[in-house]
């Protein structure tokens, strides 16, 4: 096969990337719409910082406005400024190609990205499929919708989508980066509000699309099971978003029908695709955070008790808060290792509960947190999910409530216990600290 023709039996498409003629990253990138919800003022200083230039605050939708009353106002708004960027000399000519960046955030930490273009019939969110490409985590149906009438329609697409690849060898992002830089960068410069530094490299050009064909194909011959089904890419980030963009897809095909349009022309859509950025789960940039849990108002000894029995595995006090962070992290346990912080009259207990569990852990305890909850509903239990050990323990360490502690995200089981389980719970991890998640720089026409 072609490089090409492996591309489109893996749903990968070559895009035409677009980017301003002058590029300030400062002013012309934005963090993903979905971080900072909580918290309007980060928004109000990226207007500030975009000032009255071209930027990508005005072609996006910070969910913090979500749930506001003028939310048609701003999606017209927003249409109406990507119209004008097009139109109005912003970009420069589409640059056919992929493009590899690296970037550094306020924490030292590097990742590397491939940005391309993925095939939305080969993605599929519910539970259990075997698409190519599948969800990581649960997928609330009802938060589609809104998000739809943002993207339909739209002139253009800008991507915070991260997937994921199981490619110990790191030849798709990692070896095509050292291609890609043998040219100079795209763009180069210092992201805004103290979120580090972003590079951006082309990949493009026969030797380029080659390699990457290779690596799509050993990825994904490692990722076929014994029935012929192969799993490419696993949603890290933005998999509201990529449903949402299927969604909107499946729609415009059933327009596209009854317009009389030919399945070639069909298939040839820019809506079939999204851009996304593609990372090594294996890059020891992005780190994987497992999400810690703390439930209220439950008999903590009976909870305790029936995890032990569901989950299997023995009780052990340790001394310290500080040993139990250690042994739940220790990355050389057999098994996964839970921490249990009960106070009880003021006196806090830490407790390791050691099971055999050897997919992620969170994927056992999860429903087995459902079900105690599910059984007694008359004595109002609540949970709550938290990030980072210190909040979970000092939470544990108040009367009546139990914070758990997760151990560390295992790379090496992940793409496994999707697999097999589908996908992970609710809120089971964390990719990095909200100011290291995907800057928008890249465009791409939609509709």
């Known amino acids: 096969m072609t490089a090409f023709e492996t591309y489109e039996a893996y749903g990968v498409a070559v895009p035409e990337i677009l980017l301003p003629e002058q590029i300030d990253l400062r002013r012309w990138a934005v963090i993903a719409c979905d971080q900072y919800t909580q918290d309007r003022s980060y928004w109000q200083k990226a207007a500030q910082v975009a000032g009255d230039g071209p930027s990508t605050l005005g072609l996006i939708f910070p969910e913090a406005y979500l749930a506001d009353a003028d939310k048609d106002e701003r999606i017209a708004r927003i249409k109406q400024t990507m119209r004008r960027y097009l139109d109005g000399g912003v970009f420069a000519p589409a640059r056919q190609g992929f493009m590899y960046i690296e970037r550094t955030t306020a924490y030292g930490r590097t990742r590397k990205g491939l940005i391309l273009a993925v095939d939305l019939d080969k993605y599929e969110w519910q539970p259990f499929s ?10 609330v149906p009802e938060r589609i919708p809104p998000r739809m009438k943002i993207r339909t329609g ?4 800008l991507p915070h989508i991260m997937l994921l690849a199981d490619d110990p060898d790191d030849a798709l992002v990692g070896k095509t980066g050292e291609l890609a830089k043998a040219g100079n960068p795209v763009y180069d410069g210092d992201l805004q509000q103290e979120s580090g530094h972003l590079t951006g490299w082309a990949v493009c050009g026969e030797a380029a699309y080659e390699h990457v064909a290779r690596a799509l194909d050993a990825i994904a011959q490692k990722g076929t099971d014994k029935d012929g089904n192969t799993f490419l890419f696993a ?4 998999n509201h978003s990529l449903a949402t963009a299927k969604a909107v897809w499946d729609e415009h095909k059933k327009t596209l029908r009854a317009q009389g349009k030919s399945e070639a022309e069909i298939s040839a859509s820019p809506v079939r695709y999204a851009l996304v950025e593609v990372v090594n789960i294996y890059d020891a940039g992005p780190t994987f955070e497992p999400i810690h ?15 032990r029995q569901k ?12 040993e139990l962070e250690r042994r739940v992290s220790d ?14 009259a003021g006196k806090t ?12 852990a969170i994927a056992a305890l999860q429903p087995a947190l459902d079900e105690y909850i599910a059984a007694h509903q008359a004595a109002g239990i609540e949970i709550d999910y938290i990030h980072g050990t210190d909040e979970t323990v000092q939470l544990g360490s108040t009367d009546g409530q139990l914070g758990i ?8 089981s992940f793409f496994v216990t999707i697999n097999g389980r589908g996908p992970l719970p609710r809120k089971s991890f964390s990719m990095g600290e909200a100011s290291e998640k995907r800057f928008y720089v890249e465009a791409r026409r939609l509709f």
């Open 349 to 360: 207990t830490y407790q390791l509960l050691q099971t055999a569990i050897t997919d992620l």
């Open 130 to 139: 075997k698409a190519m490409i599948r969800a990581t985590e649960a997928t």
């Open 154 to 157: 739209a002139p253009l697409e």
């Open 405 to 412: 502690l997760l151990p560390p995200i295992a790379k090496d």
């Open 311 to 322: 989950l299997g595995g023995t009780v052990e006090t340790i001394g310290s808060a500080a």
């Open 293 to 307: 849990r703390v439930v209220f108002n439950a008999d903590n000894a009976d909870l305790i008790a029936f995890l």
């Open 235 to 238: 949603v890290g980030d933005g």
């Open 331 to 344: 990355r050389a346990a057999k098994g996964a290792p839970f921490g249990l912080i009960t106070t009880d």
